[in-house]
């Protein structure tokens, strides 16, 4: 029989350390483990939880929390060209980046100091500096919640999309990713030419590119303008940047001449959302124990004693003047819960 833990404190679970309880809690490190424990939740409410880096608590969650524990990183198979390393979803994504750099392992350097686990990366399509995780996704494993059998996904029945997949849609709330196969490049295909990156190896004196002088670029970008979660709570980039088509995108660059833009395929144009939260007067901005970030105004932060229902409601305020001000609804990359 399994054993929950009662009424536990999900502060320590969550990046921007905020206060809420779970009714039930339990830690599962075995796929077993976990499949034992969802014969058993009924029609609870169920959360799970990995890295604890993308949600918004604004209340005590009542039901059962599952906090994703799956450890292990294995080579599968290695070809002329390719490593693909079956990677456990409980591990810590940056652990997993650094452990690809020791071994020369390419396809992630650029995905350097994002927070999370592993698990969550593919339900993301966590992406950086130009690199999405789908690039180097070959398949993942899950559970089913409601019948606890392990079904495997390819990288097409995933549909990956911009900070999207199947699990954010279709599937959303269906299954319980634990384990993901990566394929990984033996000889590296650097992509320095997307942010600050290339300059940033410049002032570092880097004239020889590597995995691990890419990835210490990016880290040191990141820590630049990004809070740390364990010095200020926070969930990283709020929202995702909105992505518009090119007679909207001309009509925006007509009112509005310093906007930035990025062109995508098929005349569609992405918007950095930090740019438009700052033009809308948001950055730096504190009400009490929450704000915006005075570096990077994507950033919502707690600064101790932060209110989950606070941080939502300063989140729907920053939507609201960025629609009126430039007619773009911004999309929350953070679970609310």
């Avoid at 990183?73 to 810590?92: C, P, S």
């Avoid at 995905?111 to 592993?118: F, Y």
Wanted: charged residues 20%; contains cysteine.
């Amino acid at each position: 029989m399994t054993e929950f833990e009662e009424n536990v404190s999900l502060k320590p679970y969550n990046t921007f350390g905020l206060q809420a309880c779970a009714r039930k809690f339990r830690i599962f490190k075995t796929v077993v483990d976990l499949q034992n424990t969802l014969s058993q939740i009924g029609t609870s409410p169920l959360l799970v939880l990995g890295g604890g880096s993308n949600i918004l608590l604004t209340k005590d969650f009542d039901g059962i929390v599952l906090k994703n524990e799956l450890q292990g990183i294995e080579v599968l198979e290695e070809t002329a060209d390719h490593i693909f390393v079956k990677v456990a979803a409980g591990e810590e994504w940056h652990g997993f980046v650094l452990e690809c750099i020791n071994n020369n392992w390419a396809g992630v350097e650029n995905l350097s100091l994002i927070p999370g686990t592993v698990g969550a990366a593919p339900m993301q399509n966590i992406g950086a500096y130009g690199v999405e995780i789908r690039q180097v996704f070959e398949s993942l494993e899950a559970v089913e919640i409601a019948t606890g059998t392990i079904r495997s996904f390819s990288n097409e029945e995933c549909e990956f999309g911009y900070r999207e997949s199947v699990f954010k849609k279709a599937l959303k709330g269906k299954f319980i990713i634990t384990s993901v196969l990566f394929k990984l490049n033996k000889v590296p295909k650097y992509n320095v030419s997307y942010g600050a990156i290339q300059n940033t190896l410049e002032e570092m004196g880097v004239t020889q590119l590597s995995l691990k002088s890419v990835s210490d670029a990016v880290i040191h970008i990141r820590q630049s303008k990004l809070p740390d979660p364990k010095e200020i709570g926070n969930a990283g980039s709020f929202f995702k940047n909105p992505e518009v088509d090119k007679i909207d995108y001309e009509g925006l660059k007509a009112m509005f001449p310093a906007i930035p833009s990025y062109e995508l395929p098929n005349d569609i144009f992405k918007i950095p959302a930090a740019w438009l939260i700052e033009q809308a007067g948001w950055k730096g901005k504190t009400f009490g124990e929450i704000g915006v970030h005075k570096k990077q105004p994507l950033v919502l932060v707690n600064y101790g004693a932060g209110n989950g229902n606070d941080l939502k409601n300063l989140a729907f305020e920053i939507q609201e003047s960025v629609s009126d001000k430039f007619g773009i609804l911004l999309t929350p990359e953070v679970n609310i819960i």
